[in-house]
């Protein structure tokens, strides 16, 4: 699901305000989130929405896009012990700029890139052993072939997560993949 914004101030405070409660309500649901990572992210989720870099005349027709992404997937064993898993699910939330109308230098020669943040929460299928991971990573989606199609894209991001159960040699022995509470996170689609 994708939201174009095109929103003066108010209603881009509006917009930070309902994006605030949204994280908020889903950090209440989802008991393994420290209360005191909220308050550094949602920093850095609301600060990205208003950060800008060589902007031009252009840069104002460039448009902003919440994505809201569900992924099912299968957590892989790290170890021959590992602890059985069920089906992994995650949701994540991207808040973007495309630079179609932005004619700085690195945008052309990244092919009118689009860039932004996202933030996610993911349960890898036994909370027990492996847990649960938060994700922030900024994020890079370029066309690949802008002169023939725009249908091939490589969204690529690095960023960092929050794992809320490790390794422990008495408690949890079998999590070998897992040994320490902040991970860095790698994506590319």
């Given at each position: 699901m994708d939201l174009v914004v095109n929103a003066n101030k108010d209603q881009q405070k509006?917009?930070?305000?309902?994006?605030?409660?949204?994280?908020?309500?889903?950090?209440?649901?989802?008991?393994?989130?420290?209360?005191?990572?909220?308050?550094?992210?949602?920093?850095?989720?609301?600060?990205?929405?208003?950060?800008?870099?060589?902007?031009?005349k252009d840069s104002i027709k460039n448009k902003k896009s919440i994505s809201v992404e569900m992924t099912l997937g299968k957590t892989f064993n790290s170890?021959?012990?590992?602890?059985?898993?069920?089906?992994?699910?995650?949701l994540f939330f991207s808040?973007?700029?495309?630079?179609?109308?932005?004619?700085?230098?690195?945008?052309?020669?990244?092919?009118?890139?689009?860039?932004?943040?996202?933030?996610?929460?993911?349960?890898?299928?036994?909370t027990e052993s492996i847990g649960q991971a938060i994700t922030l990573m900024p994020y890079l989606e370029m066309r690949l072939f802008p002169k023939k199609t725009n249908r091939w894209n490589l969204l690529t991001g690095y960023g960092l997560s929050y794992m809320n159960r490790q390794f422990d040699p008495v408690s949890n022995p079998f999590n070998k993949g897992i040994s320490t509470k902040l991970n860095w996170s790698f994506r590319s689609l």
């Open positions: 509006e917009l930070v305000l309902i994006i605030s409660q949204i994280i908020h309500s889903i950090i209440k649901h989802f008991s393994f989130i420290p209360s005191l990572l909220f308050k550094p992210v949602a920093f850095l989720l609301l600060a990205s929405l208003f950060s800008f870099g060589q902007q031009t170890n021959a012990n590992f602890p059985n898993t069920k089906l992994q699910k995650g808040f973007g700029t495309s630079h179609l109308a932005n004619n700085t230098e690195w945008t052309r020669h990244l092919n009118q890139p689009t860039t932004g943040i996202l933030i996610g929460i993911t349960d890898f299928g036994n």
